[in-house]
C-alpha cells in the first residue's frame, strides 16, 4: 500500500509510533494490577480496576489510529468498555456500601467467610 | 514535535497520577489523583484523533465515576485500615506477579509488528474538520447495533441491581439492626429508633414494638 506524501509526512513530525502508546497502556494496567492485588481497601480495589480498563482503552484508540484509522471499529470497543465499566462502579460500589452495612469495614480481610 | 512533546508530558503525568492511585496513603488521595490519570488518557486520546472518545472519558470517567468513587468513600467513612500481621508477605507477592505479567505483556505487546495501513489524506481531513462523532455514530448504528441494544441491557440490569442492593430492608414488622455513626465510630441502633428519630413512626406501631426492642437491646448489651 502507498503512503501519499501528507500522511507520511504527518507520521515523521509526529514521531510517535504505536508502541509508544502500547508502553504506557502497559505501565498504567501493570499499576493497576498492583494496586488490585496489593491493596486492602475495597474502594481502593475498585478504582485500579478501572485503571486497568482505561489502559486497555488506550490500547484500542491507539491501535484503531495506527493501524486503520479508516475504519473506526476500535473507537467503538472502546465505547462499549466505557459503558460497561460504568455499570460495574455502580454495582461494585452498591455491593461494598451493603458489605459496609453488614459488617462496618471496607477491608478485604475482613471477607473471608467463604475460604477454608 | 509539538505532539511528541505532549505525548511525554502527558505520559509522566498519568504514570505518576496512577501511582498516587496506588500508594496514596488515604484512599481519598488516590481518588483524586485517579481523576488527574483519566484526564491525562483523554489527552492521549485527543491525540489518537479520537475526540468524541475524549469528551466521553472526560464526562464518563473524570466526572462521573470519580464522583460515584467519592460518594462511596463519604459513605465508608475513610477511617485507617487496622494494621494485620502478613503485611511483607502480602506485598512481595503483589510486586513479583505485577511485574512477572507487566513484564509478559511489555516484552510481546513491542514485538507488535503487524501491518499498518495508513489513512488517506483525505480521511483524515474529514476527521480533522467533522470529527469521529459521525462515524462513531453511524458504526454504532448498523455493524454494531445489537452489542448497542444489549448494552442498553446490561445498563438497566445494573442500574435495578444497584438500586436493589443499596436500599434499606427492614418493615415495621422485625425492627432489624441497623448501623449509625456516634463519635466517629459504628455503632448498632435499632431500626425502631432510628425511625423514632426521623419522626417516621406512629404511636401505635412503637408501643407494640417496644417490647421487642427492650429484648434486642438486651441481646446487643448497647
Known amino acids: ?116 | 514535535m509539538f505532539e511528541s512533546t505532549l505525548f511525554w508530558i502527558f505520559a509522566t503525568v498519568a504514570i505518576g497520577a496512577a501511582l498516587g492511585v496506588v500508594l496514596a496513603p488515604s484512599v481519598l488521595y488516590s481518588a483524586l489523583s485517579l481523576i488527574v490519570v483519566f484526564f491525562s488518557i483523554a489527552a492521549f486520546f485527543l491525540l489518537n484523533n479520537a475526540d468524541f472518545l475524549a469528551t466521553a472519558q472526560v464526562l464518563v470517567y473524570g466526572v462521573g465515576l470519580t464522583i460515584v468513587m467519592l460518594f462511596g468513600i463519604m459513605f465508608t467513612g475513610d477511617t485507617p485500615l487496622k494494621a494485620r500481621a502478613g503485611k511483607l508477605g502480602r506485598l512481595l507477592i503483589a510486586s513479583i506477579s505485577s511485574v512477572a505479567l507487566f513484564a509478559l505483556i511489555f516484552t510481546s505487546v513491542m514485538g507488535f509488528n503487524i501491518k499498518q495501513f495508513p489513512a488517506s489524506a483525505q480521511w483524515i481531513r474529514e476527521l480533522h474538520e467533522q470529527g469521529s462523532t459521525l462515524a462513531i455514530g453511524q458504526l454504532l448504528f448498523s455493524k454494531y447495533v445489537l452489542p448497542f441494544e444489549v448494552a442498553s441491557i446490561l445498563l438497566l440490569g445494573a442500574m435495578i441491581g444497584a438500586i436493589m442492593l443499596s436500599k434499606k430492608t427492614f418493615t415495621s414488622q422485625e425492627p432489624g439492626l441497623t448501623f449509625s455513626i456516634q463519635e466517629g465510630r459504628l455503632k448498632p441502633t435499632l431500626a425502631a429508633e432510628w425511625r423514632k428519630d426521623v419522626g417516621f413512626v406512629d404511636a401505635e406501631v412503637a408501643e407494640e414494638e417496644a417490647p421487642a426492642t427492650e429484648e434486642l437491646k438486651k441481646e446487643c448489651s448497647l
Open chain 1, 1 to 116: 500500500m502507498m503512503m501519499s506524501a501528507e500522511v507520511a509526512e504527518v507520521a515523521a513530525v509526529a514521531g510517535l509510533t504505536v508502541h509508544h502508546y502500547l508502553g504506557v497502556a502497559t505501565i498504567l494496567f501493570g499499576l493497576g494490577f498492583a494496586g488490585v492485588v496489593s491493596s486492602r481497601h475495597l474502594i481502593r480495589t475498585l478504582m485500579c480496576v478501572e485503571l486497568m480498563l482505561n489502559a486497555v482503552n488506550l490500547v484500542f484508540v491507539a491501535i484503531n489510529n495506527h493501524v486503520n484509522p479508516s475504519d473506526l471499529s476500535g473507537q467503538v470497543f472502546a465505547i462499549f468498555i466505557l459503558t460497561i465499566s460504568a455499570a460495574e462502579a455502580a454495582v461494585g460500589l452498591a455491593i461494598v456500601l451493603a458489605l459496609f452495612k453488614n459488617t462496618a469495614s471496607v477491608d478485604v480481610e475482613d471477607f473471608s467467610r467463604l475460604k477454608w
